[in-house]
């Protein structure tokens, strides 16, 4: 002997209660007329896309673009290497330190503008005894 | 409608004849709506996308090649537009069975109080429906609304036929247990020698 619960709703009757629900629910519903009329209407407007190029024809425009393109590229890059090999610039070859070389060579010598304060004219400055009415330093 | 005609109105709506894609028309639009409908539960959407699914069915009317696939070719397209519907929306309105339908309908055959029950518990199914996720509905209605089998429901949902029982399975489940609480079922003990 053993216990065991009783399943109150039998599959069959499951499935036919789902199957009736859901036959009721949409028994005799149908569409309206209007949807084959805009149905109609949007077919026929869109016959003309028809017209329109597959979708490998599309791709193949873009590939034939993407190459005419490139064939460009190289075109233009041929021609500026050409001139270049031509009329070579030397510009970008000579040595842009000038400023730099001639600092060195002011400062190599001892020899500063007057308006370039060094840390020998700065101690000459405050050795200087202010002169009354003068402009002084902060205290 | 025997196929061979199906084939014949297919063959004439791929050549642009749209006499012949509106015999289809007549033909599915019917079953697809009502699927849609059934999904949704509400009309417009229902015709929206019955509307949509034509004119995509139209568009790509060169891919068929087996005309008795038609229907679930269809339903394909239809299912997965009433997704995209269910997914924007994301509202799921609760709509009642109409009950006065029910009791009319079943009036005619059966007892008034038959007829009340058949009703509430057709009620009671319906938003039990509502509960279920829109894979197992979509699966419960392919199945008993449509008349579809598993493989053509795999077909049209685009997943395994495992997955497909599994939903069927869980689905059936669940609607049995809501009904099960309804009808106020408590755990029967019976003896078994």
Redesign the interface.
Known sequence: ??????S??P?EE??W???????????G????PE??D???A???N??PE?ARPSRAVVWQNRLAALAQAAVLAVLVLGFGVGINRIFPYTGWTQPTVTTRSAHVSLRASGRYPDDVLTAKRVMSLEQQKPVPGAWRWPQ | MAEGEDITLVSQAQAGDVTAFEALYKKYSTMVFRTAYAILRDRYAAEEVTQECFVRAYRSLRQVEQCDSLGPWLHRIAVNLSYNWWRQTHRYQILPLDFLTWADHSARSESPQAALARAETGSVLAQALESLGFDQRAVLILFYLGGFSLEEIAYILDCPVGTVKSRLHYGRAKLKRVLEQWQGAKPEVVYEF
């Open positions: 002997m053993m216990w065991r619960r009783a109150r709703i599959d499951l499935d209660a789902i199957r009736a629900a859901l036959r009721a629910e949409t028994e519903m149908e569409p309206s949807v084959w805009r149905v109609r949007r077919i026929e869109a016959r028809q």
